[in-house]
């Protein structure tokens, strides 16, 4: 191992990346981009639900309960329609999310103590908004019916009681902000994108045009090669970690709860995770479309599916939930949100920081090994 | 005519010498595929709870007993004091803490109200604010419960009223599985992909290597140079398409509901923007790196973000909502969901595949005109 070899290696990449504005500019601004993507356009949260009533009733009562739900911005009233066959078209056209069908005795069956039954047509092509829109309504339903009981038990001079009073806490993220939540998974992502990705690209390239034979017959040795290649794509990423962490916070005010200094070195070894994976890439492939593919395959899917960057790991059948263990981002965004969320310190993530050591190891190893039976075939 | 079979032939013949990248866009799809139905899922299914139960009394354990018996509680610890509680949220192991104050029997017995502590690892705000949900029906129908019973005892009817019971009733997808949603939207993304990264990659390729300046020599037009390069994206497109969809009813049993060949249709309007954008990609990249990089962030993250594949557009912000007008896939996604969950057709989609048709030639003919300007 030389220094000074690495060092000019190194050099080099550091033109190569330069002289290419436009790949400079795109490292720089997309991570950005991207944020701003996920801050704005990705909520789970779900607002001002189209609402249709097919009112048979029509009376005080339940315009009034209907008056009640569309009060709050979870429902706006798109309209009342008054014919049953129109219930299908409004759903297949999208016109509403879901319809209410309040039966004609609805009243005269609630005040003689039966149970009334409303029927809820809901838009189920998108499962999560449906179970949502689910849950808001039984619990409108719930506490409307629950203000005509108190209604008329005051007026009979009698006082409604609650065993129970929930007294509900949201530790680490009160305001329950879905950015807090994926600006971790997001610095994953893009971290993987620019140090897999790039390196495996860059190295694939010199393969691509032969100028890798004239760097085999050169005294620089492979483990050379690659330390000079990696060092300019993992200063990159890094700045581009802390470009999101800053617009995050100048944004959506995302702070960070827990150290700098753990955050630097978590994220360092989790870039020397990544960048073996773009080195098992380059020694797989031989063109760049091909390890394009390959990476984008095996890197940018797992750590956005697999990662519980959007999706939660709990929710996932067990052979899937041991399968996102190949996804180094699983255990990288554990640790950030432990760090950057919760603000704990290393006692409570030890473990997944040495996880990602030795997927490191393995994978170093195995690209190791590829690379020498590529080789003695040759 | 001549002339574009050949290359057309060429670059196939391209296609099966690097028979690695072959199979990554036959394979990668249907993997990709499975991932999705089986991974992606927004449901909670089992919250993870701790229970700090200071009572400890027969009441109290019926509490508890009455979050674990609805099914979606798994008590894995019970804490002895609020530091083992801090200590396992902190770690983030459970998503809720309940804790029962030490006079909670005494106070329900004395007909007072007892108050109860709920605490959420908010970190992730979807999975938290559905376990309040969850824990907000456990706790209604335990105090139901308990009013039931002294209605009971004391012989009188304690509620005047009856109760109003939704009847919910899911339509298109009744079991409410977020794949029946995400599936389809992946025949779109696919064709994206296919079309739009590996076409501009295709073209860039030939600019890297110098052999796009031995084409222009030769006596091709540049219109059957274009066509030529992007005929057989359109084909693997097409194959990556009806992979997708027998895998969809075979493993997940989704059927496509509407009629396939409009299916096919709309997806051939679609693939005549995508193509567009690859090409101007390919004119505005000087190497594959750049064209990969463009065509990922530039172009494609944003189609899937702002298409509603994934997150509802509905949800977003107004002026992102204007934005998410220009992209294409959104009209494409709103297309294949209704042809293939809905079984609707032309007479509701009119709308959306004409802008589809419209939009598809203006970016193909501005990109053409751009990369006809470009050879010369």
Redesign the interface.
């Known amino acids: 191992m030389n220094l000074n070899r690495i060092r000019a290696v190194a050099k080099k990449e550091f033109k190569h990346l330069f002289r290419d504005y436009r790949m400079l500019a795109i490292l720089f601004l997309f991570p950005v981009f991207l944020l701003l993507m996920f801050g704005y356009a990705v909520n789970f949260d779900v607002h001002h639900i189209k609402l249709v009533v097919y009112d048979q009733e029509y009376s005080e009562v339940t315009r009034t309960m209907v008056k009640d739900f569309t009060n709050s911005e979870y429902f706006d009233l798109i309209g009342y329609v008054n014919d049953a066959h129109k219930l299908k078209g409004i759903l297949d056209d999208k016109i509403a999310q879901c319809i209410v069908v309040i039966p004609s005795d609805f009243s005269r069956k609630f005040y003689s103590k039966r149970t009334v039954k409303v029927q809820v047509l809901i838009d189920g092509v998108d499962g999560n908004t449906a179970s949502i829109i689910q849950n808001y309504l039984t619990v409108a339903f719930q506490s409307y019916g629950q203000n005509l009981t108190v209604e008329v038990l005051e007026k009979n001079g009698m006082k409604n009681y609650q065993p129970i009073d929930l007294e509900a806490r949201f530790w680490y993220n009160p305001d329950l902000q879905t950015t807090r939540f994926l600006i971790p998974g997001l610095i994953a992502m893009i971290l993987l994108i620019t140090a897999a990705i790039s390196v495996s690209l860059s190295l694939v390239r010199e393969k691509e045009r032969g100028t890798m034979e004239q760097i085999n017959v050169s005294p620089v040795s492979s483990f050379e090669l690659i330390a000079g290649k990696i060092l300019p794509y993992l200063l990159l990423a890094l700045i581009d970690a802390a470009l999101i962490l800053l617009v995050g916070y100048l944004l959506f005010g995302v702070e960070i709860k827990g150290s700098m200094i753990l955050l630097f070195i978590t994220t360092l070894i989790f870039l020397t995770a990544s960048t073996s994976i773009g080195i098992l890439v380059s020694v797989i492939a031989d063109s760049q479309q091909v390890a394009f593919s390959m990476a984008t395959f095996i890197t940018l899917l797992p750590s956005f599916i697999l990662s519980g960057f959007v999706f939660p790991i709990e929710s996932m059948p067990w052979p899937v939930q041991i399968l996102t263990n190949i996804t180094p981002a699983k255990f990288f965004i554990e640790i950030m949100r432990a760090i950057i969320i919760r603000g704990v310190g290393v006692s409570s993530f030890w473990d997944q920081a040495l996880y990602l050591i030795l997927f490191t190891t393995v994978i170093i190893l195995l690209a190791n090994i590829i690379y020498k039976s590529k080789e003695s075939r040759a | 005519m001549r002339t574009i079979l050949h290359i057309i032939k060429k670059e196939f013949l391209q296609f099966k010498r ?1 028979p ?2 072959f199979g ?2 036959l394979i ?1 799809p249907v993997i ?1 595929l499975i ?2 139905g ?9 919250v ?1 709870t701790l229970v700090y139960d200071q009572d400890n009394t027969k009441e109290s354990r019926n509490f508890i007993e009455s979050f674990t018996s609805s099914g979606f509680f798994k008590v894995d610890y019970y804490a002895g004091n609020y530091d083992q509680l801090k200590q396992k ?4 192991n459970i ?1 809720f803490a309940l804790v029962i104050p030490r006079d909670f029997s005494e106070k ?1 017995a004395r ?1 007072e ?18 376990s ?2 969850y ?3 456990v ?2 129908g ?2 139901q419960n ?2 039931m019973s002294y209605m009971d005892k004391s012989g009188r ?1 304690l ?23 995400m599936i389809p939207g992946i025949v779109g993304l696919l064709l994206s992909i296919i079309t739009l990264i ?1 076409t501009s ?2 073209i860039v ?1 030939e600019k890297e290597i110098g052999t796009l300046e031995q084409l222009i020599v030769t006596p091709i037009k540049s219109y059957q140079l274009i066509m030529g390069k992007l005929i057989p994206f359109v084909i693997l497109g097409f194959i990556a398409v009806i992979i997708v969809l027998t895998a969809m009813s075979f493993i997940f049993s989704i059927p496509v509901r509407g009629s396939i060949l409009f299916l096919f249709f709309c997806s051939f309007l679609y693939i005549m923007s995508t193509l567009g954008l690859g090409l101007f990609v390919s004119t505005i ?6 064209a ?3 065509a ?3 172009v494609m ?2 189609m899937v ?2 298409s509603g594949f ?3 557009i ?4 107004k002026i ?1 909502q204007y934005i998410s007008y220009l992209i294409p896939l959104r009209y494409f996604m ?1 297309i294949i ?1 209704g042809i293939i ?2 079984g ?1 057709g032309f007479a ?1 989609l009119w709308r959306e595949t004409s802008i589809l048709l419209f939009m598809g030639i203006v970016i193909l003919y501005l990109s053409s005109l751009r990369f006809h300007r470009r050879l010369e």
């Not at chain 2, 089986?38 to 089992?46: E, G, I």
């Not at chain 2, 509905?314 to 912000?317: D, G, I, K, R, V």
């Open positions: 690097d690695k990248m990554i866009i990668a990709q991932f999705l089986y991974a992606v899922t927004l449901d909670v299914n089992t993870h949220l902190d770690k983030g998503i329900i007909r109200t007892s108050p109860v502590q709920a605490i959420f690892n908010g970190s992730d705000g979807n999975t938290a604010s559905i309040a949900g824990v907000a029906t706790v209604q335990y105090s308990i009013l009817k509620l005047p009223t009856g109760r109003i019971e939704p009847e919910m009733r899911i339509w298109y997808n009744p079991e409410l599985l977020t794949r029946h949603f590996l990659l295709a390729k990249s000087k190497t594959q790196q750049q990969m990089m463009i990922i962030f530039g993250m944003p973000f702002l994934a997150f509802p509905e949800n977003m912000p992102i709103t969901r969950l809905k609707i509701e």
